[in-house]
């Protein structure tokens, strides 16, 4: 299902874009990466094009990011107040690895990206390695955490940090549910 225009994501191409190249990456390395089109990528980041969710998907694998972060509007807005409230409706609500993520971000600086994960699978998912930090704490249920290959059991009220460049995953140990919030270094 393609994602509706919308000139409320006019920033999602130089968004895309701006990743890309922070990663040192070229179009054409980026379609052989996500195993899209070049000619796409470029109409994309030009603003000619909407991708479908499993386009952001792959993308955002390719950069070595999520959905959720790619759909984050994250652009320094110096209009913006310097407090601002996320009530439990609000936010930017997608995929998140193998279960769902909501940005929780008011416009405004920030050199940070808090996200809420909720999820319940008990399968390992990929390795995921990014150049970012990353912080997480546990908020219900309980998960495993493998951080460069040892695996470490956290519970409500556990918490840990990931330096940028260290190999990490989690799952429910038992597929119950879980919920977490992570907070990421904002990678744009």
Known sequence: ??????TGVDWL?????????????TLV????LSDLSHPFLSQLERGLARPSMASLEKIAAALATSV?????????DAASP??????AADGVVGPFGS???????VGGRHPFLPIEY????????????????????VIDGRIELELDGVVHTLGPRDSAYTSGGAGHRWRSPDGRPYRLILVKESNV
């Open 1 to 6: 299902m393609a994602a509706e225009p919308s």
């Open 13 to 25: 191409g130089p968004r895309v874009r701006a990743l890309r190249t922070q990663r040192g990456l």
């Open 29 to 32: 390395q980026l379609a052989a």
């Open 68 to 76: 959720v972060e790619l759909l984050t509007d994250d652009r320094l």
């Open 82 to 87: 310097s407090v601002g409230i996320v009530r």
């Open 99 to 105: 279960g769902l993520g909501r940005a929780l971000v």
């Open 118 to 137: 909720t999820g319940d699978t008990a399968v390992w998912g990929e390795v995921v390695v990014h150049a970012e930090d990353e912080f997480l704490h």
